[in-house]
């Protein structure tokens, strides 16, 4: 299916109808001025749902669209490549190198495998000059797209951090975005992801499994249907539903380490990728902004964590076998995010408390849908 402005409010999906969930459009333009009623709206996305439309088609968006595309060619001609070519250094890190397809958990759990492929850069790799990047795309016209992508979406999602920070009073070094410099190591990466078809993969090959970001933000485009959200806080709305690609838009969405340092307040954003058109081939950019390694916040389980070790602890669950994932104490495939209408007999919404019970019973259902 096309992207398209209009957004119906169900699609068929394997045989039923299943919710495409409304969310509000952000202005970039209008954020970049700190309009008081754009920094608002930003400010309540993230309170209230933890994601948004984000509308790039201003004159100060436009560049990070054509990055965009630009990208997209470069990855497709990538993942047309032999395997030993795109897999020349494996992956050097958790955030830099080449994941084949079947390297974690997929969409469904129980034995399945992840449905595709994917090529990170890391920002602090770019920066240093001389990136380790597969031969496929190693000459310097490629480095440049790289380099353009990774600089436009790293000047979006510090525009938006800068908003959140306003809208949230905050001065001096508490402000969210002195947490993100260029200049001090971390983990932020420009992920490009390739879901094959699953003739191909075959059908224990399937999506991308059920989880939060560690991110702070996640800047994410893709022309083609098969994200799905599950909305925070609203009661009875326990189904995945989809997120419509929309044309001139990046749908953003706060990870675990903005949720954190925001005292929890911020919704981490639970999703998950399946495939819509199991025959198409199916491609996605992420640009994963996080906090410099060393930043300190109170994690999902009260503890006193940097974004480093937060970062390589839940790494490490995506790429366990879904049993473990399933009897890991802290829930950390989900931020220790719990799910709406889950465990609530009231009706009442859901509160996302970092209790420790509340944690194992979110543990419990994973393993249930495991």
């Known amino acids: 299916m096309a992207p398209t402005t209009e957004i119906p409010q169900t699609v068929e999906w394997q045989g039923k109808q299943v919710p495409v969930w409304s969310m509000r459009t952000i202005d970039y333009g209008l954020l970049l001025s700190q309009d008081p009623t754009e920094v608002d709206n930003v400010l309540k996305a993230c309170l209230e749902e933890g994601y948004f439309y984000l509308d790039l088609q201003s004159i100060d968006g436009r560049r990070a669209l054509s990055d965009q595309q630009e990208t997209l060619k470069l990855m497709k001609r990538f993942f047309d490549a032999p395997i030993e070519l795109k897999n020349e250094y494996g992956l050097i890190s958790s955030h830099l190198g080449y994941e084949p397809v079947g390297s974690r958990t997929g969409a469904f759990g129980a034995g399945t495998k992840d449905g595709y492929e994917m090529l990170k850069v890391s920002r602090d790799e770019i920066q240093r000059g001389s990136p380790k990047v597969p031969q496929p795309i190693k000459n310097n016209g490629d480095l440049q797209v790289l380099e353009n992508a990774i600089g436009s979406c790293n000047t979006v999602t510090k525009v938006i951090l800068s908003a959140l920070s306003t809208g949230m009073n905050l001065t001096g070094a508490a402000r969210f975005e002195n947490s993100h410099r260029n200049d001090r190591p971390s983990t932020t990466t420009l992920s490009?992801?390739?879901?094959?078809?699953?003739?191909?993969?075959?059908?224990?090959?399937?999506?991308?499994?059920?989880?939060?970001?560690?991110?702070?933000?996640?800047?994410?485009?893709?022309?083609?249907?098969?994200?799905?959200i599950r909305p925070p806080g609203t009661c009875g709305a326990r189904e995945m539903g989809f997120v419509a690609p929309k044309p001139g838009c990046a749908f953003v969405h706060v990870g675990d380490s903005l949720r954190f340092a925001s005292g929890m307040k911020m919704q981490s954003c639970i999703h998950r990728v399946v495939p819509f058109d199991p025959t198409e081939h199916r491609y996605s950019i992420a640009y994963f902004l996080r906090a410099e390694d060393d930043t300190m916040f109170v994690d999902s389980e009260g503890r006193y964590i940097t974004a480093g070790q937060w970062h390589d602890e839940k790494f490490k669950a995506f790429t366990d076998p879904w049993q473990w994932q399933a009897m890991a104490p802290n829930s950390m495939i989900l931020g220790g995010m719990k799910e709406a209408g889950e465990d609530d007999p009231t009706g009442e919404p859901a509160q996302f408390m970092p209790d420790p019970a509340v944690l194992k019973e979110e543990v419990k259902e994973v393993a249930v849908s495991a």
């Not at 999506?207 to 893709?222: A, E, M």
């Open 192 to 228: 490009m992801m390739h879901y094959l078809p699953s003739e191909v993969t075959g059908n224990n090959k399937i999506g991308h499994q059920k989880h939060t970001d560690i991110s702070s933000l996640t800047l994410l485009f893709s022309e083609q249907w098969g994200l799905q």
